[in-house]
């Protein structure tokens, strides 16, 4: 950053050394005036950085002294520089002893003669960390000021605020040293800290440069004795330096010491970027540099501001870093990205007193929305969404309210985690009405003006924090979970660059809401979309770039309907059929649900499959899947309704025996119906309902990316679905009183059909696996051990292969364990082989239960069993495991009231540290288990530390 502000202090050379030019008929007008053609300039050495003395010889250096060499060098002249104290200096030039002060305050220069203007800048008082605010420097006088003495300092402090109480000090450096001392608390100073005093960087964190209160304009100038007004019409050359251009020669030249890293930080972005109370910054993304700070050991300096000011200071070389920048800032400022280190939705949210809307599509064309952070993209989407409002760009909340104020918009799109900070402190926030749209993007970039070398020592710094770091970090700052970013990063999909821009020029994806389908998809009262589709849905766009729009489209035959013509993109919920793949694209299974039956409670229907419903008169929606299957039963009367409400009621009028649905859906329309005297019974001979995601036809490129996602979703994550669905009528609301008077509303036979329902569904994961292992024995024994049903060499390949790609791709390290029973066939040939089977199922059971579940263990062979350890930080972590294995393995166990008891050998071996390869890694791991063996058994080998075999 520092050698790119060298181009200013050139330019100022440059100006200077063209006054020669100019000069060329009048050069010896000055050469006669002074001594051997030496014009002696003195200096205050206590001015770092426009003037001070080197540390060799004592050597003069500093931008003025730049500014007169360069001037010398025009005017064909020596300049010989003196330094003295502030007052000698006048004295010298008074006496005539030195030509010029060639660098004094303006309005201290006693009775001289003043030349042209060098240079404007700021004087601060600059506060300890531990002294409270205070907004200007007459509300000091608690403090004793230090600075340096007899220095212009002193004397413009002296002068514009003669009630302060000031402590004087010899020298810059002597100031700074009382200041680390806790002799001051407060001393007075111009924009920059020296960069020569040895313990700088202590200094700036004990005085941090957002603590600092401005305290006025210092204009530096040229003093001259009356006799020599003579100069004043050459010295009138010397160009006005603005403080832009006096800050990079300042900074060029003198602070070369780039070991702290100041950061732009937002002021007022909670819980992103912020300042507490005491004028502190704090915030995720702060606790995040923190971390980076201390993996890399590179001190950090916060520069807290606004946003609009946070860009600026990077962009004239002030900060170096834009911490919280987006793409809408970035271009406006012509910043560089260097990394893409968090992400956060955008909401769209309206003044319900000045519309009356629930969707983004239902706005009148006279609204005008602001954007807050807005990007192209965004914006796009967004006019995609509700192409007949206009939006208008803002680069603050603080802007955006001022707008809602003076009625310039009626709502705004901004970003969720912000603006729920912001409905705390302002009303004008707080009263605005959150749409039901797609949750849009806002990426969250660190930015700089292009540095390569810088870019590459902060992204290096980021791939070091452990994502488990990140993920507590984030979790201090974020306590909804569906706000998050950091804990679904592992999970994301992996793109091809094809796939990513197709992705990313499809705007918002149209998905179906169709009607009549909780607890499975469904509208709350606020209008947002809830249930276990939507739940799916937002995993799947967390970890893709999927933006969802979901759209109403009727009942089911509608929402079919709208697929095929292309007015919605996907269709949730969706069974595969021979009929349906001419207009649809059907993804992989992610849910199943069991069907069931109603009839009324004095003719109840106790049935396990279709073909027990023969001579009976069945209704079921004409859409669902099951309908051509229930056609095919022998002698049976199908009645075709159009939704599940209508099923119900035509059994309740007597027009049919049955309604068959999915036992979820019959569970809700009973009770939001409070239909009385139903009974349900599930089919259980029959395969549940499989469901899919209906894809547009023309969109086959969306399937596979579809699939990907639903393979990250993972069992306690479908576990938590299920739980919050499917039993939330009873978790979430609903008394005991209530139910009791619904029971007795809708019959006995009713409620105990809940309470087996409820029963049911704490087992219904086990249902689903038990059924498909009926349904897919040959497929799922091709991936599990059919006695342990952990899972074989062939899953664990694969598992193994998505760990490397995934640690690879978020730097993490994970472990391979390859795990030996020892003592396995003495118990096997004494007890028998039943008992040593049971032996290994129960060790089996014992594995799973010490690791977690995003773990995996896998029965290798015989008396083998691998486990991986996913997200490590380190290898002692492996080590702890390893051990808590052995103790669990080694407990006895009792086989029908045999005692048996065996030990286990571990090898391990570590990504990447021992290997970057899943076949590599398996086999280290096996090498370092059976050097435990030779040496003794019952121990744990790191396969990095094996001793060389002879």
């Known amino acids: 950053m520092m050698q790119k502000l060298l181009p200013g202090l050139l330019l100022c050379t440059l100006l200077v050394m063209s006054l020669a030019v100019q000069a060329n008929s009048d050069r010896h007008a000055i050469s006669e005036a002074t001594d051997a053609a030496v014009l002696k300039v003195v200096l205050n050495d206590q001015q770092p950085p426009l003037a001070y003395a080197g540390s060799i010889e004592h050597e003069a250096n500093g931008f003025l002294v730049d500014l007169w060499r360069a001037f010398g060098e025009a005017e064909d002249i020596d300049v010989e520089f003196i330094f003295q104290s502030h007052e000698q200096a006048l004295a010298l030039v008074a006496q005539g002893e030195a030509d010029v002060y060639g660098g004094v305050t303006a309005g201290l220069t006693n009775s001289l003669a003043t030349g042209p203007t060098l240079a404007e800048y700021k004087y601060y008082l600059w506060l300890h960390q531990s002294v409270p605010l205070f907004p200007t420097p007459d509300q000091a006088t608690a403090w004793v000021i230090g600075v340096v003495a007899d220095s212009p300092d002193q004397r413009w402090l002296e002068l514009h605020y003669p009630n302060l109480r000031l402590r004087t000090y010899d020298n810059v450096h002597a100031l700074f040293d009382a200041a680390l001392n806790n002799q001051i608390r407060v001393f007075l100073f111009n924009e920059y800290l020296d960069p020569r005093f040895a313990n700088v960087s202590q200094l700036m964190r004990q005085y941090p440069i957002y603590r600092r209160v401005e305290a006025g304009e210092n204009r530096i100038t040229v003093a001259l004795q009356p006799a020599r007004e003579d100069l004043l019409d050459r010295l009138s050359r010397l160009p006005l330096m603005e403080t832009e251009a006096l800050k990079k020669g300042m900074v060029a030249r003198d602070l070369k010491d780039d070991s702290v890293l100041r950061l732009s930080a937002p002021d007022d972005a909670w819980p992103l970027s912020a300042t507490n109370n005491e004028g502190e910054p704090e915030g995720l993304l702060i606790d995040l540099w923190r971390a980076w700070s201390e993996v890399t050991d590179i001190p950090i300096q916060f520069v807290p501001m606004n946003n609009r000011l946070g860009y600026l200071n990077v962009k004239d070389g002030e900060s170096d870093v834009m911490l919280a920048a987006t793409e809408m800032g970035m271009d406006e400022f012509g910043l560089t990205s260097v990394i893409e280190y968090y992400n956060t939705p955008l909401l769209v949210y309206a003044d319900p007193e000045q519309t009356s809307a629930e969707r983004l599509s239902e706005l009148a064309d006279s609204v005008t929305l602001g ?26 909340l603080q802007d955006v309210e001022e707008a809602i104020l003076e009625r310039q918009i009626q709502g705004f799109v901004g970003p969720a985690l912000i603006t729920a900070r912001k409905r705390q402190s302002s009303s004008v926030i707080d009263n605005l009405r959150t749409f039901a749209t797609p949750q849009l993007p806002l990426p969250v970039y660190v930015a700089t003006m292009g540095d390569a070398a810088l870019a590459e020592r902060i992204e290096d710094g980021f791939a070091m924090i452990p994502w488990q770091q990140k993920v507590r970090i984030e979790e201090r700052w974020v306590g909804d979970e569906n706000l998050q970013y950091y804990p679904y990063l592992p999970r994301r999909v992996v793109l091809q660059s094809g796939e990513r821009q197709w992705l990313e020029g499809l705007g918002a994806l149209r998905v179906g809401l169709p009607a009549d389908s909780a607890p499975i998809i469904m509208q709350d009262e606020q209008g947002r979309v809830v249930g276990l589709d939507s739940d799916i849905m937002r995993l799947i766009e967390q970890r893709t770039p999927l933006l969802i729009d979901w759209k109403p489209c009727g009942d089911w035959q509608r929402c079919l309907d709208a697929l095929r013509d292309r007015e919605i ?40 499959s279709l073909s027990e419903l023969s001579g009976y008169r069945i209704a079921m929606v004409a859409s669902y899947s099951l309908m051509a299957q229930l056609k095919q039963v022998e002698d049976i009367d199908v009645v075709a309704v159009d939704t599940p409400e209508e099923g119900l009621t035509v059994v309740l009028e007597g027009a049919a025996d049955g309604y068959i649905d999915s036992l979820p859906l019959l569970i809700e329309r009973i009770r939001e119906q409070r239909t009385g005297n139903i009974a349900i019974s599930l089919l259980r001979d029959e395969p549940g309902d499989q469901v899919t995601f209906g894809v547009r036809s023309d969109w086959p490129q969306l399937v596979p990316v579809l699939n990907r996602a639903i393979e990250t979703i993972t069992e306690a994550e479908r576990s938590a679905i299920n739980e ?65 049903q952990l899972p074989n060499r062939s899953l664990l390949t694969d598992r193994l292969q998505q760990a490397v790609h995934l640690h690879h791709r978020h730097k993490l390290r994970f472990a391979v364990m390859f795990l030996d029973l020892d003592g396995f066939k003495e118990v096997n040939d004494r007890e028998g082989h039943d008992a040593g089977d049971r032996l290994l199922v129960e060790i ?34 492996a080590l702890a495991v390893a051990g808590k294995l052995i103790a669990e393995v080694t407990e006895p166990y009792d086989l029908d009231g045999v005692t048996a008891e065996v030990t286990v050998s571990i090898g391990i071996a570590m990504y990447p540290d021992d290997a970057d390869q899943a076949d590599v890694l398996l086999r280290l791991a096996d090498k370092a288990m059976y050097q435990v063996k030779r040496e003794g058994k019952n121990d744990v080998q790191l396969a990095a530390s094996m001793t060389p075999e002879r």
Do not use: C
Request: a negative charge; zero cysteines; glycine letters at 4%.
């Open 371 to 396: 954007m807050v952070a807005s990007h192209q993209r965004q914006r796009d989407i967004l006019q995609q969404l509700a192409p007949q409002i206009s939006i208008l760009p803002f680069n603050s």
């Open 569 to 608: 993109d996907v269709l949730p919920f969706l069974s595969d059929t021979e009929e349906r793949r001419e207009y649809v694209n059907f993804s992989d299974v992610y849910w199943e649900t069991p069907w069931a039956i109603a009839s009324r409670e004095n003719a109840a229907l106790s049935v396990d």
């Open 844 to 877: 089996a059971q014992r594995l799973q239960g010490a690791l977690r579940k995003n773990d995996t263990v896998s029965r290798f062979g015989g008396d083998e069993f691998v486990v991986v350890l996913t997200e490590l930080d380190d290898v002692e972590q």
């Open 724 to 788: 919050r669905w499917f039993d939330y009528q009873f978790d979430e609301g609903i008394s005991a009183e209530q139910v009791r008077k619904w029971s007795l509303r809708a019959g006995i036979a009713v409620f105990f059909v809940i309470l087996v329902f409820l029963v049911w569904n704490s087992r219904l994961r086990r249902e689903i696996e038990r059924r498909k292992e009926v349904e897919e024995k040959i497929k799922y024994l091709a991936k599990h051990d059919d006695l342990t």
